[in-house]
């Protein structure tokens, strides 16, 4: 109540009566309750999505689990947790938890459940939509499954926000009331909806950086034993991995050439065609191409190469270039050599006056004497 009572008094100054008004504010008094709680899940939520910006993979699981900590604490509820799906959803598995002081933690139970155990649970899931459940024990005959697995968890109320990540059902966000219901409002489940979208994206985002970590440890293995040179580069050109066959061909350790640009090693003739080579890759319009360019040796000369290169793209952008290249330089000049040996042996049949034909030992003929 809120009491605006004054007390009166005669002309002595002695106390007579009391006068005034009392409110009753029961409702403003929720309403401000509801709006602050409300302002500071949102507080809350705006928190979590900076957290997330910029997060090693290496980094994200304590993050989750503190996210559902805090929103866990916050609304008043039991138990948080993630379910993520497997075997094309046949298969959920709980990887993160959060329980209140005197809960008993489920996550070891729930590894490896299977999903056709829930049909009306997943019915719902598969649309989309949110699963809210004010009171266990109201839940429809359909639900009757659902019904008996919660209630032997000794839960009263629950809601779950799906995980949704690329348009596939990916798992679903859960907080679990078992000490008393609950009913979440309309506003509130949206909040959760948002704070769903952001753990979605980080665990897709860690599957994705995992992933291709994994691919460049292969690649990388693949390159130590290569007898080519590989190597990697930024957007500019500038070189981020070499594998050590650089050193047979160039002389060069590995360590020596990285954050090396284009222009440090390719021969001045050739450095226009090798960035022209990088414009379309980065571009699009080049794919995978070759071309053969003079690279600088670390004692003097210089090596050619046969080089291909191929655009490295992360989160559909271009992100740099793999490098494969050969060095040519002895095919190249046995080749010059032959021909400069052609040249001559025609010189010198072309100043004579007798006729030759040359014939292999499996009788093919691989010169005639014009004359």
């Known amino acids: 109540i809120e009491d605006f009572t004054r007390l009166r008094r005669d002309p002595a100054g002695k106390i007579t009566h009391d006068q005034g008004i009392v409110l009753d504010i029961t409702g403003r008094k929720r309403a401000e309750d509801r709006l602050n709680y409300r302002l500071e899940l949102e507080k809350l939520i705006s928190t979590i999505s900076a957290s997330f910006i910029n ?6 699981d304590p993050v ?11 609304t008043g509820v039991d138990r948080s947790y993630i379910f993520l799906f497997a075997e094309n959803g046949t298969l959920m598995h709980n990887t993160h938890e959060w329980c209140a002081e005197g809960i008993i933690p489920q996550l070891e139970k729930n590894q490896g459940v299977r999903s ?3 049909p009306w649970w997943m019915e719902r899931l598969s649309r989309y939509e949110a699963i809210h459940i004010p009171r266990v024990t109201g839940l429809p005959p359909e639900a009757g499954a659902e019904r008996e697995i919660l209630q032997a968890r000794g839960v009263r109320s629950i809601i779950a926000v799906p995980l949704v990540y690329g348009g596939t059902l990916t798992g679903f966000l859960g907080f679990e009331s078992v000490r008393q219901e609950k009913t979440w409002a309309e506003e509130d489940i949206g909040l959760l ?7 979605s994206n980080a665990i897709e985002h860690r599957k994705t950086e995992k992933a291709l970590a994994a691919s460049e440890e292969k690649f990388r293995g693949v390159a130590e034993r290569s007898s080519d040179i590989i190597q990697l580069t930024d957007r500019m050109g500038r070189i981020t991995y070499v594998s050590p066959s650089i050193r047979r061909v160039f002389g060069f350790d590995p360590e020596e050439v990285i954050g090396s640009p284009p222009e440090e090693l390719v021969h001045p003739d050739d450095i226009g065609s090798v960035l022209e080579l990088i414009r379309e890759t980065m571009t699009g319009t080049g794919g995978i191409k070759g071309i ?3 690279v600088r040796k670390k004692g003097g000369g210089y090596a050619i190469l046969e080089v291909f290169v191929s655009p490295v793209i992360k989160d559909g952008i271009f992100s740099g270039l793999q490098v494969m290249a050969r060095d040519i330089t002895e ?4 080749e010059e050599e032959i021909s400069s040996l052609k040249k001559q042996i025609e ?3 072309g100043a004579t006056n007798t006729g030759l034909d040359i014939i292999d030992r499996d009788f093919n003929i691989r010169y005639i004497d014009p004359e």
């Open 292 to 294: 053969e360019t003079r």
């Open 64 to 74: 989750i689990t503190m996210t559902l900590q805090s929103i866990g604490t916050l």
């Open 55 to 60: 997060l090693e993979h290496g980094d994200i």
């Open 193 to 199: 909806r948002t704070t769903g979208e952001i753990l």
């Open 331 to 334: 095919r190249r000049r046995a």
């Open 347 to 349: 010189y010198v049949l």
């Open 116 to 118: 056709d155990l829930f």
